[in-house]
């Protein structure tokens, strides 16, 4: 042993270091070059790689083993795979060789260009993904993790992943008979049990999904889909979704399922194109069958749909959901959607109970220029709707900013409490401060019970029945609706400063609208 230490003293400091990392070293990295690699190498340095994924197949993955993909290079056959790193020794699905992406890029043959099964302690980062083919596809993902009879999957992370042009059905089919039913989407992310009395419960526990860009893909973008029945909920914990970037997605952005204590932020969806037919609802972000999420810092613009196409939703099945600092604008359907369908069987559903929406600025919502056949007025559009037999809700604290709007068909209410098998109870609309260019219903109560309006302040002229809300005299600015004592404004007035919004034909700073500055 004394010989062995003057040899290591005498060695260079550097030489040193090398050999006490690669003593450290945990893992293994397989290469895959779609260009240049051969199956017949052994896959582990980037002089030795293999071609295409057939040898994952012959290979035990163990924690601390990479799968790196070359950048820049074009892969065209799905990438099917199933490991578990440890919490300490994650695996890791990534790229090597340069600045660019590896581009997995499917023509629809397969459902799944991204298939991950059953597998924990994973990080997916890096990558191009695309899956189109000549015509539509129902059922068709880019990315597809799922996790099924397995029990607890611990820690997985989706990192700064290009997904684009997955070419899916733009019906999602619920309800409905359609040859294309099934709908699409760039991301899936599935827990699932099915009926069978052996079955075992799945769910995520520690899942991130962040700083990811999905673009020109329908029909949805970040769809999570689990047991949301009651009887067989048991929620995915740990859920971030932050950071990502949705561009030119039709339907559904963004939708936690069958979750509890989800957070979701700093999310933009923008350009969400008008493609879905009448029967097609969506909305920008919104939970299902999900307790306790956070909804906060996200934008949601330009979303048209025929039916609904809301910036935000709190959907039913859900107990307290929060909404907070968000930026809503230019939304078909308007800022948000508050539902719960009534009559199902209390082991299915939880209804919809203590929803709060607060401190958000919702600019030029409302404003679907086309006929809705079932509902009246034909252009239903408020900027809050409403539905069915919601229970004990909030809105408070929240900026409307609702200029001219151009055709005289156009819905001018704010809110809308209507009937989806029964009526809202409870529900608070108080301290809010609303900016109209031309006359707007305040409050349209239908048969909803229990409402308290209170505290509402307003610039401009809205007619409504009953009290709750005070005209102000002055200019639409932060004598308004600003206080310094209030930590919250100046959570929003940080989170909007660098944002703008067309209005009028210009950029427009949105802290200058809503007159902070």
């Not at 919104?286 to 959907?315: E, L």
């Not at 203590?354 to 056949?373: E, F, L, Q, W």
Request: proline share 5%; net charge negative.
């Amino acid at each position: 042993m004394k010989s062995l230490n003057k040899i290591l003293a005498l060695l260079p400091l550097g030489l040193l270091m090398a050999c006490t990392a690669a003593t450290d070293r945990v893992g293994t990295n397989y290469y895959f070059d779609a260009a240049e690699g051969s199956d017949s190498n052994d896959g582990r340095s980037p002089h030795t790689a293999f071609r295409t994924f057939a040898p994952l197949d012959s290979l035990t993955i163990n924690p601390g083993d990479s799968i790196l993909l070359k950048a820049g290079t074009t892969f065209t056959e799905p990438l099917y795979f199933s490991a578990s790193g440890s919490k300490e020794h994650p695996v890791v699905i990534g790229r090597y060789g340069g600045d660019g992406f590896p581009h997995l890029k499917g023509d629809a043959s397969a459902l799944q260009m991204v298939h991950i099964f059953n597998s924990e302690n994973l990080v997916i980062r890096d990558l191009e993904i695309s899956n189109r083919g000549e015509r539509i596809r129902p059922h068709l993902s880019g990315l597809f993790l799922e996790v099924y009879n397995y029990g607890r999957a611990e820690n997985i992370t989706i990192d700064n992943l290009f997904i684009h042009d997955v070419y899916g059905s733009l019906i999602k089919g619920e309800g409905i008979e359609h040859p294309d039913a099934g709908g699409g989407q760039a991301m899936m992310i599935r827990n699932f049990r099915d009926d069978n009395t052996d079955s075992i419960p799945s769910w995520f526990d520690g899942l991130t999904v962040e700083n990811c860009l999905i673009k020109d893909s329908q029909r949805n973008g970040i769809i999570m889909w689990g047991n949301w029945i009651r009887s067989k909920w048991r929620p995915n914990l740990h859920v971030v979704i932050r950071n990502n970037v949705l561009d030119g997605v039709p339907g559904d952005g963004i939708v936690p399922t069958a979750c509890d204590s989800a957070l979701v932020e700093y999310n933009v969806m923008r350009n969400c194109p008008l493609t879905l037919p009448s029967s097609e609802a969506c909305d920008g972000i919104w939970p299902f069958s999900s307790d306790n999420t956070i909804v906060q810092y996200n934008v949601v613009c330009d979303h048209r749909s025929q039916t609904d196409g809301y910036g935000f939703d709190s959907d039913y099945n859900c107990r307290n959901s929060l909404f907070q600092y968000n930026l809503s604008y230019n939304n078909h359907g308007g800022f948000l959607l508050l539902c719960n369908s009534g009559g199902w069987p209390e082991d299915w559903s939880a209804g919809n109970d203590g929803t709060v929406v607060r401190y958000n600025v919702s600019i030029n919502d409302g404003i679907r220029p086309h006929i809705v056949a079932d509902k009246k007025p034909k252009h239903f559009s408020p900027v809050i709707h409403i539905t069915g037999p919601t229970t004990n809700s909030l809105i408070e604290k929240n900026i409307f900013y609702i200029p001219r709007k151009e055709l005289p068909e156009m819905d001018r209410t704010i809110v809308t409490s209507d009937d989806w098998r029964g009526y809202a109870d409870s529900t608070a609309f108080v301290r809010n401060y609303i900016f109209t260019e031309e006359p707007n219903i305040a409050f349209d109560a239908t048969k909803s019970t229990r409402d308290i309006l209170e505290g509402n302040r307003y610039v401009g002229e809205l007619t409504f029945t009953g009290d709750g809300f005070e005209r102000f005299d002055g200019a639409f600015g932060r004598a308004l609706w600003y206080d310094p004592e209030d930590e919250n404004w100046d959570r929003l007035v940080t989170f909007l400063r660098d944002k703008t919004i067309p209005l009028n034909g210009r950029e427009v700073p949105v802290l200058q609208i809503i007159g902070y500055e």
